[in-house]
């Protein structure tokens, strides 16, 4: 279980890297723009950036239903080791999305694991301006 929680750790890290290069790639020309066409430009970086944001928190999420599911598999599943491991995850990708200049929070459900109600973290994105919620 733990070698298979440290692939999926490698995976968001090596996607949180390729995610903060393409950034950085479109965050030069736009902060170099200086006429209205090159600040369409920057719109576009920002739209980028949400979408690699939502992203890193969906390939997190998926992470993270997999271990739940998989402990729900188990006749005794570790439930602080679950835990744990979910918590890791959301908070790697909570720190990148917090990078990336968006705001994402862990909303908890309630899932029956090895006849226990245990809180896992899911996360959504929150896009700063008031855009509205994506999970």
Do not use: H, W
């Amino acid at each position: 279980m733990e070698v298979n929680t440290m692939k999926a750790l490698k995976k968001v890290i090596i996607i949180v890297l390729t995610a903060l290069m393409l950034v950085s790639a479109f965050a030069v020309p736009a902060s170099a723009a200086t006429t209205k066409a090159c600040n369409a430009t920057a719109v576009t970086a920002n739209d980028i950036k949400l979408q690699i944001a939502l992203n890193i928190a969906s390939s997190a999420n998926a992470r993270i239903a997999q271990l739940v599911a998989a402990a729900q598999r188990q006749k005794s599943p570790n439930i602080p080791l679950l835990i744990a491991q979910t918590n890791a995850i959301s908070a790697l990708a909570i720190n990148v999305i917090n990078a990336l200049g968006f705001d994402a929070v862990c909303v908890y459900e309630t899932y029956i694991i090895g006849g226990q109600y245990v809180e896992i973290d899911p996360l959504i994105v929150i896009p700063i301006g008031g855009g509205g919620t994506n999970k």
